[in-house]
């Protein structure tokens, strides 16, 4: 079975620019979130989705945004592209929403900025 | 606050050795804790989990972790270490209380660099 996908594997934009960053997630998993590592750095949570509603943001701008879709793939939106914004975004994706359950990763979008 | 400490950047040890890598833990309600690994260029793989039960749980590929609720840990360790286990681990923990907007959000320690010399 496939794991979790995500697209493009690697991208390169400079700053003031926009990017969408997409996940597939494990077949029959509704639940998806999103996570920004910095390098040298653990994962920092950035929203989860569930059932195509918004279930957590963490401490992220408005530049920030997210939706999932009916087939349960996402798509991570950020605007006006900053250089601190240069980071390795993780989906993982869960059955459900419940906090028992671990996420499976994918293996991520590198975003370089310059 | 939910908060992860991993106090170690590097741990070294010799094929064959036992491995421990430290992690503890600060969260409101119970804890939900896991540990995955990293390695380069590649997204986390899942290892193991704590949500109850038994203090010890055993993971993929030998690794096992130990709960500690007195201590607040929840310390990753192997009985013989593999030079293909050198990797990045990371621990994670959620508060099992469900609260709302901290649901689905996995707060994780800074990573802590496991090489395995031959």
């Known amino acids: 079975d496939a794991g979790v996908t995500q697209s493009p594997t690697h991208l390169i934009k400079t700053r003031g620019q926009h990017v969408t960053l997409r996940c597939s997630p494990i077949s029959g998993h509704k639940s998806v979130s999103w996570y920004q590592q910095v390098l040298g750095q653990g994962p920092q949570f950035i929203f989860q989705?569930?059932?195509?509603?918004?279930?957590g943001r963490g401490n992220f701008p408005d530049r920030f945004s997210a939706r999932q879709f009916p087939n349960y793939s996402s798509e991570l939106n950020v605007n006006a592209l900053l250089l601190g914004d240069s980071a390795l975004y993780l989906c993982?994706?869960?059955?459900?929403?419940?906090?028992?359950?671990?996420?499976?990763f994918g293996d991520g979008t590198r975003l370089s900025i310059l | 606050a939910q908060s992860v400490a991993q106090p170690e950047d590097q741990v070294n040890v010799a094929e064959g050795n036992p491995l421990t890598v430290k992690c503890t833990y600060s969260?409101?309600?119970?804890?939900?804790l896991f540990w995955y690994v990293q390695y380069p260029n590649r997204g986390l793989q899942f290892l193991l989990k704590?949500?109850?039960?038994?203090?010890l749980v055993k993971g993929s590929y030998g690794f096992e972790a130990e709960f500690n609720k007195s201590q607040t840990s929840f310390h990753l360790k192997k009985p013989s270490a593999l030079v293909s286990d050198s990797a990045l681990y990371f621990c994670?923990?959620?508060?099992?209380?469900?609260?709302?907007?901290?649901?689905?959000?996995?707060?994780f320690g800074r990573g802590t660099q496991l090489t395995v010399w031959p």
């Open positions: 993982a994706s869960s059955a459900t929403g419940v906090s028992n359950q671990p996420q499976h």
């Open positions: 994670a923990v959620r508060d099992g209380a469900n609260r709302g907007s901290t649901l689905g959000r996995l707060y």
């Open positions: 704590y949500i109850t039960g038994d203090n």
């Open positions: 969260v409101s309600g119970n804890p939900y």
């Open positions: 989705y569930y059932e195509k509603e918004e279930r």
